[in-house]
């Protein structure tokens, strides 16, 4: 029984050890703690795979197929996976920290427990993955799309207009993904900087945008959901934002000099040191905005009155006259110049007649 019991130990370590430097990388095989370090393994078909505590670090699996994969306890870290397909994958407690995730289908995927630090997720998709307890420490989201449907773009590079280019071209211009067109859906957009000046963006869903410091002279924003988004210091003189949704959005230090807000949202916004010179805010929800160190000067408020309280004031100062200083003088010069002057008399003439 002994001997039975030892042949069948060994039989199993052989078979472990095939399974681990012998694997054959081909749809729904057993390749469990598989030595894959470094390999190059692309352009692979190995749908339904078991790679469950394979060390796959710094392999190559650029556009593979991986779909319905076992990669639980894989070790991927720095792994090359552009482009890989590991659709309803299961990866729980896997490792892919600063991993090549660039265009990787993780749609319908179990994710649980997975470290993505570091990873690169540039036009992933999650859509629909199951993600618990997932670690995404200095991963870089760019058009990645979130399980919820929102697209991320958090650390999209900024991208501008030329210089010479004064307005848009809705029919052309993108950025990053973007497309600069009435009702478009830009969810998360990364248009911090760009310059939109004179856009038309009217009636788009902008969610969670971040368009701060971007020029938005004179564009059309009107009736654009822009709920949490992030506009501070972006510049929005002239912009029409009338019927915009911008509840909870940062406009912190933004320039609306002669927007248009005519009854738009602007519940629980950020509006700190806002420049709201010569707009219209008429019909406009407030409710729980912040205004704290607002410009406001001939600016049409919600009820209708105009508000002048920060205009500057022009102050035209007089010169001031200055009366000469009365010298007084001695009292005994006063009456001596008072005192008319008296003229010495004449000789009194003699009352005796003189004797013939």
């Known amino acids: 029984m002994k001997k039975l019991l030892s042949g069948f130990i060994v039989f199993f370590a052989l078979l472990g050890s095939t399974s681990a430097w012998a694997c054959t990388l081909s749809p729904n095989t057993n ?10 393994m692309d352009n ?6 078991t790679l469950s505590s394979a060390d796959m670090t710094q392999a190559d699996a650029s556009k593979s197929n991986f779909t319905r994969a076992n990669f639980m306890n894989a070790n991927l870290t720095k792994a090359n996976l552009t482009g890989a397909d590991l659709s309803y994958a299961m990866l729980y407690f896997a490792n892919l920290t600063g991993a090549n995730l660039t265009g990787t289908k993780f749609s319908n995927a179990g994710i649980k427990g997975v470290s993505f630090n570091e990873a690169n997720l540039t036009d992933a998709d999650f859509s629909g993955a199951k993600v618990e307890r997932a670690s995404f420490a200095k991963a870089i ?26 307005s848009i071209n809705a029919d052309e211009r993108s950025v990053n993904g973007c497309i600069i067109a009435p009702r478009s859906v830009c969810l998360n957009a990364a248009l911090a900087e760009a310059d939109l000046g004179s856009a038309n963006l009217s009636g788009a869903q902008l969610y969670m945008a971040n368009l701060a410091q971007a020029n938005l002279f004179k564009a059309n924003l009107g009736k654009v959901n822009l709920t949490e988004a992030n506009l501070a210091r972006a510049n929005l003189t ?15 230090r933004a320039n609306l000099r002669g927007a248009q807000l005519q009854r738009a949202n602007l519940n629980g916004a950020i509006l700190l040191n806002v420049d709201f010179t010569d707009a219209d805010l ?8 912040t205004l704290t160190g607002a410009t406001f000067c001939n600016t049409v408020m919600p009820d209708g009155k105009v508000n002048n309280s920060s205009c500057k004031v022009d102050l035209i100062v007089e010169p001031i006259k200055v009366e000469a200083a009365v010298v007084e003088q001695p ?9 008319p002057e008296t003229k010495p008399s004449a000789p009194a003439k003699s009352s005796k007649k003189k004797l013939k």
């Open 31 to 40: 390749c469990v703690g598989a030595s894959l370090s470094g390999k190059k």
């Open 44 to 49: 692979l078909d190995m749908h339904g795979i």
């Open 141 to 166: 989201f760019c058009r990645t799309q979130m399980p919820d449907g929102i697209v991320n773009n958090a650390n999209c590079p900024v991208e501008k207009a030329g210089a010479n280019n004064k």
């Open 238 to 252: 002239r912009a029409n934002l009338a019927q915009s949704n911008l509840t909870d959005a940062n406009l912190n």
């Open 282 to 289: 008429s019909g406009a929800n407030i409710v729980d905005a």
């Open 331 to 339: 009292v005994s010069a006063v009456i001596q110049e008072t005192q």
